[in-house]
């Protein structure tokens, strides 16, 4: 079992590795795949491995700018946690001070019981932070998961699952009240039905699905929304319903997965187009990209929308992070029926 990672305007930057495509050491277990960017440019990716055989971790890697490993990161190139059983979320952090934070959601432990928000804080050199909660890592009910994290001004941490937020202490208590502040830190990741993140002035923008047709799974489109900081819905905001392909129809589904904004405020997100959810098939990787006000960008692919279908057994893209320093969006999703992590860099115009 191999994971690789690549790197895309819509087609692949062949400057990256192997002609776009970079295997990485390590084998995930396809839980979960999520993705931050260092601001010298290395690639932070985390993942579960294990749990297929009763022995679940969460596992961070690091890799270099182009495409290698890093193997003075954490032990060998790997830094581990051993929290619970991981869940089907999981979202990177690179925290002002340089450290990751990782949160995740973990299974439930028993029928009827919550699914758990789980935090793990590594330094920059993949050592877990002894002061951050338990030996660094947390678990708690709270909102049971995470879809986005973001650190304010006061290195307090917000942590988001669908349209739920909580506030922890730097240190990783969990705080009784959100009191929000100004965003110093953010990213978003993938829950199979919402993606969010935040933007700098504390609004989110939740990634959902809508389900238009009959029965469960039937024919379900896109749509972002987006709230204010209070959470109220953003009524300014287009929070356009849509497509990667066509019109949809019985058994169509279109999900989006992740969600960034770019510096510019646009907004890109990415998922998956499934010509029959029954069967799977059809499944087409996807990204779109909106304006600042909601409307899609016209100067992205073909009306905003780039689909592709690399690599071969795709399972769409589950998350992104924007490079700052020119704008490419690097995504990160699962491939070859749920087997392999993949990593992948688009040109932005």
């Known amino acids: 079992m191999t994971t690789e990672v690549l790197r895309y305007s819509g087609a692949l930057d062949t400057t990256f590795d192997s002609k776009g495509i970079a295997a990485l050491p390590t084998a995930f277990s396809g839980a979960f795949g999520a993705m931050a960017l260092q601001p010298n440019g290395q690639i932070v990716v985390a993942g579960a491995t294990g749990a297929d055989i009763g022995a679940p971790e969460f596992v961070v890697e690091r890799l270099n700018t182009n495409g290698t490993a890093d193997t003075a990161f954490g032990s060998g190139g790997l830094a581990t946690a051993s929290i619970g059983f991981p869940g089907t979320q999981g979202v990177l952090l690179i925290l002002h001070n340089g450290d990751i934070l990782l949160g995740a959601q973990l299974e439930s432990i028993g029928r009827g019981q919550p699914f758990h928000t789980a935090l793990a804080r590594f330094t920059s050199a993949g050592v877990l932070e002894p002061a951050f909660g338990a030996a660094g890592t947390v678990s708690v009910t709270a909102v049971g998961g995470c879809t986005a994290l973001a650190q304010i001004s006061t290195g307090e941490i917000l942590v988001v699952n669908a349209s739920g937020i909580a506030q922890f202490t730097p240190t990783g208590s969990l705080e009784s009240t959100v009191t929000g502040g100004t965003i110093i830190a953010s990213a978003g990741s993938e829950l199979p039905s919402t993606a969010s993140v935040f933007q700098p002035n504390g609004a989110y923008l939740p990634a959902t699905v809508v389900d238009i047709g009959p029965g469960r799974d039937h024919n379900v489109a896109a749509q972002v929304l987006r709230f204010t900081a209070t959470g109220s819905v953003d009524c300014t905001f287009a929070n356009p319903t849509f497509r990667f392909i066509g019109t949809g129809g019985d058994d169509v589904e279109d999900q989006p997965n992740g969600i960034a904004v770019q510096t510019n405020g646009d907004i890109v997100v990415v998922g998956l187009h499934v010509a029959n959810s029954s069967t799977g098939a059809g499944a087409v990787n996807a990204l779109a990209r909106l304006t ?42 699962v491939a070859n029926n749920q087997v392999d992590l993949t990593i992948s860099r688009h040109l932005a115009p």
Request: hydrophobic share 35%.
């Open 292 to 333: 600042p006000s909601g409307s899609f960008d016209s100067t992205f692919g073909t009306a905003g929308i780039v689909t592709n279908s690399v690599p071969t057994g795709t399972g769409g893209l589950d998350g992104l992070v924007i490079q700052p320093a020119d704008g490419r969006i690097v995504t990160i999703g």
